[in-house]
């Protein structure tokens, strides 16, 4: 019996192997989706066993600038909190957040919040990023992480991945993948490490 022939057998005289069909096919494309924006370390571990914890140490880690200039993590330490989003432009969960990202950036720098988009997108795909930055109006600064030292170091397993770092670089808080309202639980978090705002 020949592939076609089995389909039709399938799809005619058998609905309850076609229903079975249909869920199996609806579980994988799930799976699929869920799995889209994983790194290749997170299909044998689960984020939250990888994602780092305590004091990271940034110095050391040089990452390009969209103009092509190193820059070394160890840089924001000292300053204020530090938010560093995990991203990549092939990731819609990654996508959906930069306008919430957009308004954290707008809200809080002023109070010394620092801000990064660390772009995984690799080597192969690192001219697109740049006017995909302009694109999508990004307005924090954005550092390409071309060989997946900061990934590595940082144990990154999913995209998007947000940490929040304290001006000496303990981790306060982590954040996997993207829903609505997770920029507000996340700013809850910031809250507390920056200076009161200013009365006007």
């Given amino acids: 019996m020949n592939g076609r022939h089995r389909s039709r057998v399938v799809g005619g005289r058998h609905p ?25 370390a997170a299909a044998q571990e689960s984020a939250t066993d990888r994602a780092a914890t305590g004091a990271v140490s940034l110095a050391g880690i040089r990452l390009s600038d969209l103009d092509g200039t190193l820059v070394d993590l160890g840089s924001y ?12 432009t092939w990731c819609k ?12 950036h707008a809200d809080l720098a002023p109070r010394g919040l620092q801000l990064v988009g660390i772009n995984e997108d690799g080597q192969r795909n690192a001219a697109k990023v740049k006017p995909f930055v302009k694109t999508q109006q990004i307005v924090f600064p954005v550092l390409l992480d071309l060989n997946r030292e900061a990934q590595n170091r940082l144990n990154i397993g999913v995209l998007p991945t947000t940490l929040l770092l304290d001006s000496q670089g303990n981790v306060v808080h982590t954040s996997f993948g993207y ?5 507000d639980k996340l700013r809850q978090k910031i809250e507390p490490l920056l200076p009161e705002p200013r009365p006007e």
Wanted: positive net charge; proline residues 7%.
């Fill in 16 to 40: 309850g192997r076609d229903t079975r069909a249909q869920r199996a096919a609806l579980t994988l494309a799930t799976l699929l989706g869920t799995l889209a924006c994983f790194g290749p």
């Fill in 93 to 104: 969960p990654c996508l959906a957040a930069i306008p919430d990202l957009n308004r954290l």
């Fill in 77 to 88: 330490l000292g300053k204020g909190p530090i938010v560093l989003d995990f991203w990549a």
């Fill in 179 to 183: 829903r609505q309202g997770e920029i």
